[in-house]
């Protein structure tokens, strides 16, 4: 699924080729892209249309569209294999469209979510005070959000009764982090992923929050991490980040550092990556000491 760094390159996208625009028509393609509009498809189309889009926001991996002259906004849920694209009127229709936008001026483009997998979708919302659409108000803000509060993401670590690759998914405590950066900040920080988050001290945090931050910021860089054509940008650009991991997928690989063969391990219906010699598992309390050979 996309991360912070590909849904921020589709926010920029929008930002430059959607926002400030008014709605003429809404084309709902197939049911399953507004099923999270309880209202279904006609209705989203009718709510829409005759709107002036805002400028687009993401808290996390959670991107929206407000609407300037109310208070609801549309989510857009990327999915597995959901796209935003800025196309030409004239461009052919891709196979998998779910939804087309077509707006009142005369620039001669209009947005399209294209989605193969379904998994995707957009809906429409209401905001709360400060933006957010309702349903998302629970999500915590991210590491390159200005007001992410690095002192109250420590408390919560040392507070709560898990491991820290866990800790960077759990999106009450920190968003926009997945499984890819997690790895790769993970092993910047000589960290491994089942490492108990109370026994990391302030510093600690700190450098991981930090190596967090550079490996976003380096994958923003280059328009994210694109393993197939399913992930672009709102021009339909792959990003080429996969090219500078240094952890994720490369297993039996060299570690960059070290050079001892990097592991796979199956962890919550996903994989971690890591490496042996930098990343060593955390020691199990109570358990026997290991017999000389």
Request: aromatic share 6%; hydrophobic share 35%.
């Amino acid at each position: 699924m996309p991360e912070l760094p590909e849904v921020e390159v589709v926010r920029r996208g929008l930002t430059r080729w959607v926002a400030h625009r008014t709605v003429a028509a809404v084309e709902v393609l197939h049911p399953r892209a507004v099923r999270r509009h309880l209202a279904g498809g006609e209705n989203f189309a009718q709510r829409l249309t005759g709107h002036r889009l805002g400028a687009p926001a993401r808290r996390g991996k959670y991107l929206w569209l407000p609407l300037e002259d109310t208070d609801e906004a549309v989510l857009a849920h990327l999915g597995m294999s959901g796209q935003l694209l800025v196309q030409p009127h004239e461009a052919p229709t891709e196979k998998h469209l779910r939804i087309r936008v077509r707006f009142e001026d005369a620039l001669g483009t209009e947005l399209r979510f294209v989605d193969q997998r379904t998994f995707g979708g957009l809906s429409l919302h209401d905001t709360t005070p400060d933006g957010l659409p309702d349903v998302i108000a629970h999500i915590a803000r991210d590491p390159l959000d200005p007001l992410f509060d690095e002192e109250a993401f420590h408390r919560a670590l040392r507070r709560k009764r898990t491991t820290v690759k866990r800790a960077l998914l759990d999106q009450s405590l920190i968003s926009g982090v997945g499984n890819i950066y997690a790895d790769e900040a993970l092993w910047r920080s000589r960290l491994h992923y089942e490492r108990p988050t109370a026994t990391l001290t302030r510093p600690r945090t700190t450098e991981l929050l930090g190596h967090v931050r550079d490996v976003m910021n380096a994958a923003l860089a280059v328009g994210g991490t694109s393993f197939d054509s399913l992930y672009v940008n709102v021009n339909g650009e792959s990003g080429y980040f996969d090219r500078s991991l240094d952890a994720y997928g490369r297993e039996d690989l060299p570690c960059r550092r070290c050079g001892t063969p990097m592991r796979r391990r199956p962890w919550m219906n996903r994989s971690s990556y890591f490496c042996p010699k930098c990343q060593p598992a955390p020691r199990v309390t109570g358990a026997p000491a290991p017999k000389s050979p």
